[in-house]
């Protein structure tokens, strides 16, 4: 398995650099379920933010580019399950995608909550509470 930065799923999604979206294509057509790449919690959001707030995509064509990446069984991504509920609610639940992947990583370390000072997270995302 071999990791992909934000970098390289930017590029492979989105083609404004010609040379690094062939590489970036090249490389994630060449996984395999045997040799899959994999999609941090991290890139993820890291992707999510590029997309939407620097190349200002519509929520919903970046959930469809969500749902095409966790439908490759090529590629494994971190928070499948919790990320695929989330993704087939709301599209502007998806907008607050780090707050969620914080908490799901609270959760899935043993934690019993994360707190914040967000009071919009606090409310909308479970698994958050505020620090007053």
Known sequence: MIGIDTNVLVRFLVDEDERQNAAARGFLTGRTPEDPAFLSAVALAETVWVLRK???YPMPAIVAMLRG???ADSLIVEH???LDALINGDDERVEDLADHLIAWSS???GCRT???FDR???KSVPGMELLP
Do not use: C, G, Q, Y
């Open 54 to 56: 620097r190349m200002e």
């Open 69 to 71: 990446l966790m439908s």
């Open 80 to 82: 499948t399950e919790e």
């Open 107 to 109: 959760l899935k370390a």
């Open 114 to 116: 994360t707190v914040t």
């Open 120 to 122: 919009t997270a606090a």
